[in-house]
């Protein structure tokens, strides 16, 4: 039998969530063979959401589960929160301002039965302001996949379906939320894009603005490095380091030469200073990345991370404890 979570962070969505409630079980209930529980968070919501919420696990106690924070903590921890209360092994998230249709649940379900670890929607006619949220939102998903090299159209959209083991040993911090297709295929998910309905904001309205655009490109540079170099930092210190090294190395021999030449006096000039500058720089940057290796030893270490992933492991059943 399959195992379904469908998790919803909630912030003030009090007008949307029966609605969108009814939406899931109607996706959901003519689904044969499968279990399934939808999980909202209610964000510290200042609405009375939370009783909303209460009312829906009273109704439909089997399939409905709500986690109340304390305060508002943000998307991306709200979805963390509803991961980490959720038991199925495929995770659907869902925004609940019935912008993202539950309708689409089905088909990114058969899209998992044919082995995909990854299910991305991809909202093709987006239904929002346009300078303030889709221009920056192409901008963002063209920036994040060519610097991740994971090339998605629409990273901004909850609505994406993943298979519970290649979400563990990821945890979200900021806006991060996003990232997780590019984590997932750092860690070998097989990955696969879905067209998916959008619509208008019916009820409240969006808590976004041009500000989170800037948080993503920030959270980006983190996620490139722990995606590339987390394992191996000396590589990207010490690769910055060498090179500023050979740059001042070139640098002197540029004077030196000049000086044999000319008889240009190599320490008068400005470039003598730049070279030794450029050196410490570099000399620096290659120490900075044997404490980063330090570091990596202990994080692995201390938690028992695998510097791997395993998709299955075929054994004899005797073998198997
Ligand atoms: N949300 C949340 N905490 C917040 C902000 C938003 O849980 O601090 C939820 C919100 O209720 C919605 C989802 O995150 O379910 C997406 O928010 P919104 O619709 O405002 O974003 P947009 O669709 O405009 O990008
Ligand atoms: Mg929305």
New binding site residues.
């Given amino acids: 039998m399959r195992r379904l979570s469908v998790v ?6 009090a007008e949307s969530l029966p609605l969108l409630h009814q939406a899931i079980q109607q996706a959901l209930c003519t689904q044969p063979d499968l279990w399934w529980e939808v999980v909202y ?1 209610d ?1 510290g919501s200042l609405d009375n959401s939370m009783q909303v919420l209460e009312s829906l696990v009273k109704d439909d106690p089997e399939h409905t589960r709500a986690v109340e924070l304390r305060r ?1 903590f ?2 991306t921890a ?1 979805i963390a929160a509803g991961i980490d209360h959720s038991q199925g092994e495929i995770i659907i998230l869902l ?3 019935l ?1 993202n249709d539950p309708a689409d649940i089905p088909m990114m379900l058969e899209k998992m039965d044919q082995g995909y670890d990854v299910v991305s929607g991809w909202r093709v006619n987006r239904q ?1 302001k346009f300078f303030t ?1 889709v221009l920056p939102s192409r901008l963002a998903n063209w920036l994040i996949s060519f610097v991740t090299g994971v090339h998605l159209h629409d990273y ?1 959209c ?1 609505l994406k379906a993943y298979r519970r083991e290649v979400l563990t040993g990821f945890r979200l911090y900021g806006e991060m939320h996003r990232f997780i297709p590019a984590y997932a295929h750092s860690v070998g998910a097989r990955m696969i894009e879905v067209q998916v309905n959008h619509h208008p ?1 019916r009820f409240g309205r ?3 603005g041009l500000t989170r655009t800037l948080k993503v490109i920030l959270d980006l540079f983190t996620v490139k490095f722990l995606i590339s170099f987390a394992n191996k930092p000396i590589y990207l210190f010490g690769g910055t380091g060498i090179s500023l090294m050979a740059f001042s190395m070139m640098t002197l021999l540029f004077l030196l030469v000049r000086r044999l030449w000319l008889g240009t006096s190599v320490t008068r000039s400005p470039f003598f200073s730049i070279s030794a500058m450029f050196f410490i720089l570099g000399f620096q940057s290659i120490l900075m990345g044997l404490i980063a290796e330090l570091l990596v030893r202990t994080y692995h270490e201390a938690q028992q991370k695998p510097t791997y992933t395993v998709r299955r492991v075929l054994a004899p059943a005797s073998d198997q404890t």
């Fill in positions: 919803i962070p909630v912030y003030n969505e968070v964000d508002n943000g998307q709200a925004d609940a301002d912008q929002d949220r901004g909850t904001r969006t808590k976004y």
